[in-house]
């Protein structure tokens, strides 16, 4: 009888130690460490805050853990010890090892596993989970001034659209600030830190130029990183490019990575003709067998072949004592456009945004932008309209080029979509005249030649919200002959026929162009156009000068555009054009 007493007494005990070690892990694990932890807070979604909020869980042992009887609860720090409820798990849900539980609002994307608003706040905010009086975990965000809102000291506040998340998951040195980093990219029911984790970084989807022209060399490049701990070997990412207009998907071409470490991004890139001209998407896929996070692995960016409708046609980059730094632009088509939502962008990619209004630029109209709108006005009067001040700060327009830079700096202006409509890379050697602005010569011709851009002559040293001192008007040509701005070209600097414009048009795209000045004897002084596949406008410019880049003696020149078309015939053309003699140095006065 003694053996059964003792051997249910053993079995009691026995019993009654397993229950009470059940509920020990349901909260720690052996160590002592929070078996669930708050591992990732969103509570700052960028834009709107309705909906997007969330709280993950993470179970960091490798047990399963019941959270019946736990209390999820959001703590306001403006005061002391004010907390509220913001969900209890009133029966059993269990939670795997190496599991994840998110807790957030209904717009969430992927959907939370239980739904609730938190209305967590920028810091000093903080959550907190318990069960019974315990409190289980604590974290606590941005600069404090109670106690009890953090473990040792509270997490860096996040930038709005950042979480705040352990790295690595689960990791819990009972200190706030060294456990949990911002992270970019919120990763709700996913490891923030993966062992396989490869992703494009933000923003780094582009093309080199910027703003193609149509059947130009052209480089698509994107930035990929190694997010997980695991180093990526030489081939083991492959980037897929693609170009998207309208229903219409094509293939740009696919390239494989290099060895990726977690130190540096590395860049992948493939070549690209584009054959239309007009606005398209480009999207980058990357490929990497066994990613554990694919949130990260697309990216997608307009970009426009041919300069859009407006056009940068003057820029005071480098103003008198006092003068307020501006941009005109140009409408060069038949059309109005909204400028609702444009911006203006320099080589930082500072922002200036025209106007969240509707805001129109009517057929060949200007507007001018500047960082001073009274004071422009006041030292230019006769512009009574078009002139606007963006909101948001002004971007830096450099007057010397630095570092190693071929340019001194680039104006961008961008519709409000992000597609560029033109792209100026400006260097002070473009302007040979102290303090005028820098004219554009042919809204036609390609705003990144340094041919199509002169000082301006006029007495007042800029043509604001007007034609430019030096613009050539000839517009795109007919087909029966070459179309030119003028036949005779004084390359003197005194904005008067410094150069000449030349304008073709062709039936079809695709042709194959040389466009060659010679001399009277054969002899080739210039190769504008050199075997380059166009679209069906041709257009040139002639400053005067032979290949080397001397001014040419004065004399008749001979201008021969041969054509290649894409289905074998052949056509040539011929003009002439008369250089007189210089008078002073460019540049003038």
Not at 138 to 146: N, Q, S
Not at 280 to 299: C, F, M, R, S, W
Not at 349 to 360: C, G, I, N, Q, V
Request: contains cysteine; glycine residues 12%.
């Amino acid at each position: 009888m003694g053996g059964g007493l003792f051997s249910l007494v053993s079995c009691t005990l026995f019993f009654f130690v397993s229950v009470f070690a059940s509920l020990l892990a349901g909260t720690h694990d052996c160590q002592g460490s929070p078996a669930v932890v708050i591992n990732e807070v969103l509570y700052d979604p960028e834009g709107p805050d309705d909906g997007l909020e969330f709280v993950e869980l993470y179970n960091s042992t490798d047990s399963l853990v019941s959270l019946k009887g736990f209390l999820l609860e959001t703590g306001n720090g403006a005061k002391e010890d004010d907390w509220k409820p913001a969900f209890e798990w009133g029966s059993d849900f269990f939670l795997e090892p190496g599991g994840f539980v998110v807790v957030g609002e209904e717009a969430l994307s992927p959907p939370p596993d239980f739904v609730t608003p938190l209305d967590l706040q920028n810091g000093p905010d903080a959550c907190r989970l318990r069960s019974g009086d315990f409190v289980v975990d604590l974290l606590g965000w941005g600069a404090h001034t109670f106690y009890g809102y953090f473990e040792t000291a509270p997490a860096e506040d996040a930038p709005s659209g950042s979480s705040v998340g352990r790295w690595p998951d689960g990791a819990d040195s009972d200190d706030n600030s060294s456990d949990f980093r911002p992270l970019a990219a919120p990763s709700p029911g996913r490891r923030n830190a993966c062992v396989l984790d490869a992703g494009i970084v933000p923003g780094s989807l582009s093309t080199n130029p910027l703003l193609p022209l149509q059947f130009e060399q052209t480089e698509v490049a994107v930035e990929i990183e190694n997010l997980g701990a695991r180093e990526l070997e030489s081939g083991e990412c492959v980037v897929e490019f693609f170009g998207v207009n309208g229903v219409e998907r094509r293939p740009l071409g696919s390239r494989a990575a290099p060895a990726i470490s977690g130190e540096r991004a590395e860049r992948v890139c493939v070549q690209w003709r584009p054959e239309q001209e007009g606005s398209l998407t480009i999207q980058a896929e990357l490929k990497l067998e066994g990613d554990e996070n694919p949130y990260n692995d697309a990216a997608a960016s307009c970009v426009r072949v041919g300069e859009g409708d407006v056009v940068v046609n003057e820029i005071r980059y480098a103003p008198a004592s006092g003068g307020p730094e501006w941009v005109e632009l140009l409408n060069k088509s038949g059309a109005v456009v909204d400028l609702r939502g444009w911006w203006l962008e320099d080589s930082s990619r500072k922002r200036a945004y025209l106007s969240p209004l509707t805001f129109t630029l009517g057929p060949e109209e200007y507007v001018v932008v500047t960082q001073d709108r009274g004071l422009f006005l006041e030292q230019n009067p006769q512009c009574r309209s078009r002139v606007v001040e963006p909101e948001g700060g002004w971007i830096t327009l450099n007057n010397y080029s630095s570092g190693g830079s071929e340019y001194a700096d680039v104006v961008c202006v961008k519709d409000s979509t992000g597609c560029h409509s033109d792209v100026v890379a400006y260097s002070e050697d473009w302007s040979t005249r102290s303090g005028a602005s820098l004219e554009r010569v042919s809204p036609w011709v390609s705003s990144r030649l340094a041919v199509n851009w002169s000082s301006s002559v006029s007495l007042d040293g800029s043509t604001p919200c007007g034609p430019n001192s030096v613009a050539e008007s000839l517009r795109p040509g007919g087909t029966s002959e070459i179309g030119m701005s003028s036949r005779v070209i004084s390359p003197d600097g005194d904005g008067l026929d410094d150069t000449v414009v030349f304008s073709f048009s062709l039936p079809a795209h695709g042709a194959k162009v040389n466009f060659t000045i010679f001399d009277c004897d054969g002899r080739v002084v210039r190769r504008l156009i050199d075997r380059r596949k166009v679209g069906t406008v041709v257009r040139a410019i002639w400053d005067g000068t032979d290949r080397d880049g001397r001014f040419v003696p004065p004399a008749v020149y001979i201008v021969h555009l041969d054509v290649a078309g894409p289905g074998g015939d052949r056509r040539s053309l011929k003009s002439t054009v008369v250089v007189t003699p210089r008078v002073g140095s460019r540049g003038g006065p």
